[in-house]
């Protein structure tokens, strides 16, 4: 018994400097900890503090710095992602078209040698104009500016050989621009099963300041007098243009509603019907009625002739009011009926044509034809570029060859033309139009008039022009 309580006695002695051993390092470790655990705190504070503060400085930690660059490109893709969604639908477009003509003594108005210079603008924006049920709505406006008449030929049929001149009734001091377009269009989905995206067939509701060839006697090859043709016989129909049978405003705007049936059923032969009734004469530029609108119907189809597209339209249309075509100033019941069409022939070459026929009215002409085709440049290695011919021909009408001797203005209201007209007008317009690069084009052309306004006594006349078009 007592060698058993020595025994214990002396491994007591022996533990306990190893236990004061052990709390020591236990101490120490502790302390160790609160040490790392205050070193922390003060870390997440001033973390906390730089936090705060949406600035970036140099003296901040870097995870503080990593962060906020983080966040600031995360709230920059937020920023564009809601300016993408609110642009969403609104397309703009704008060019600036400018061009140099000169013509010789003999064939101005004025009887001396001309050289002129003209610009003209054009910006359009289409919005989304808000959704009715199925039908979604679009919202388009077309503003344009610009400076100089061009050239004063001597009387032609062909309304001029620069349809890009504009310059507003002010005069060529003051150069501000007018709203040509602003319209409104609906379009309605014609379903069979009730899924709006397999719709084939549409209506399209329209009303506005419109530009009436936007929507009829539309051509591939010939309808945009700032990449095409300038000479305004091969733009539109002469006779609704060059002749006035559509008698728009003075700029060729009018107020105006449109409706069209469109069938894409079958792809390559998709086809439309088209109505619309537009203000003539003082009803075109808002300062008189719009009774005896001028109306026009048009049916167009696709076809592809060796796969190759083509587009063909025909149309009639009757003005209430056709002073405005009408030589002898007295205001007539107009008709007519016309043709427009454009065919691939291969991939490079597109021919067209147009004619028009005066059915109803005392015109200048009453027959009208152009022709021509538009071959692009890949054959030599510019498949950006592109070369075109036109010809054209103007039939003198009959009342015109039978009235045109007439004199004295002020005595029988008649026009003082002041020769006989007895022969049909005929033009030539060739370009080459030179792509600068994606957003320049550079455009020589020259343009014959033979026996202008009829007149087969008249010299020839001979245009020469350089057109540059900014664009995108």
Do not use: C
Request: glycine share 12%.
């Amino acid at each position: 018994m007592r060698i058993r309580l020595i025994a214990a006695l002396l491994a007591a002695g022996f533990a306990a400097p190893a236990a004061a051993n052990d709390m020591a390092a236990v101490l120490a470790e502790m302390k160790r900890l609160a040490e790392r655990v205050e070193a922390l705190e003060k870390h997440n504070r001033e973390l906390e503090k730089s936090l705060d503060s949406q600035r970036i400085s140099e003296k901040e930690p870097e995870l503080v710095t990593r962060l906020k660059a983080v966040e600031f490109q995360t709230l920059a893709m937020q920023k564009q992602a809601r300016q993408i969604e609110s642009l969403e639908g609104i397309t703009v477009g704008a060019s600036l078209t400018g061009v140099a003509q000169k013509v010789g003594a003999g064939h101005t108005a004025s009887g001396a040698e001309e050289a002129r210079a003209n610009y003209r603008g054009d910006i359009s924006v289409t919005l989304p104009g808000g959704e009715m049920g199925n039908a979604e709505g679009k919202i388009f406006a077309h503003f344009r500016f610009g400076q100089g008449t061009g050239l004063g030929l001597r009387p032609t049929y062909t309304s001029g050989a620069n349809t890009t001149a504009f310059q507003t009734s002010a005069g060529s001091d003051d150069s501000f621009g007018i709203l040509a377009q602003a319209w409104y269009q609906l379009k309605l989905p014609l379903m069979d099963d009730g899924i709006k995206a397999n719709a084939r067939e549409h209506l399209h509701l329209t009303a506005g300041k419109i530009d009436p060839f936007v929507f009829f006697d539309q051509n591939g090859a010939a309808d945009d007098e700032s990449a095409k043709f300038m000479n305004n016989a091969f733009v539109h129909n002469p006779l609704l243009d060059s002749g006035g049978d559509i008698r728009a405003d003075a700029y060729g705007f009018a107020p105006g509603a449109i409706v069209k049936y469109e069938n894409l059923r079958q792809k390559g032969s998709e086809w439309a019907l088209s109505l619309g009734a537009f203000g003539s004469g003082p009803g075109a530029n808002f300062s008189g009625s719009l009774a005896h609108p001028f109306v026009i119907s048009q049916a167009e189809t696709n076809v592809h002739l060796n796969y190759l597209p083509g587009t063909y339209r025909a149309y009639l249309w009757r003005n209430g009011r056709g002073r405005g075509a009408t030589y002898d100033r007295i205001e007539r019941k107009h008709a007519g009926i016309g043709f427009s069409a454009d065919q691939k022939i291969s991939d490079e070459l597109t021919l067209f044509g147009r004619y028009g026929h005066q059915i109803k009215g005392k015109v200048r002409f009453d027959r009208a034809l152009t022709v021509g085709a538009e071959l692009a440049g890949s054959p030599w290695g510019r498949a950006a570029d592109s070369l075109g011919l036109a010809l054209g021909a103007l039939r003198t009408s009959a009342d015109f060859r039978r009235d045109s001797l007439a004199i004295d203005a002020d005595a029988d209201g008649n026009a003082d033309f002041g020769y006989q007209a007895s022969g049909s007008e005929k033009q030539l317009e060739l370009y080459y139009r030179y792509k600068l690069n994606s957003r320049v084009e550079l455009t020589p052309d020259f343009q014959l008039i033979r026996q202008p306004g009829g007149n087969a006594a008249a010299p020839t006349v001979k245009v020469f022009g350089l057109r540059a078009k900014v664009g995108f």
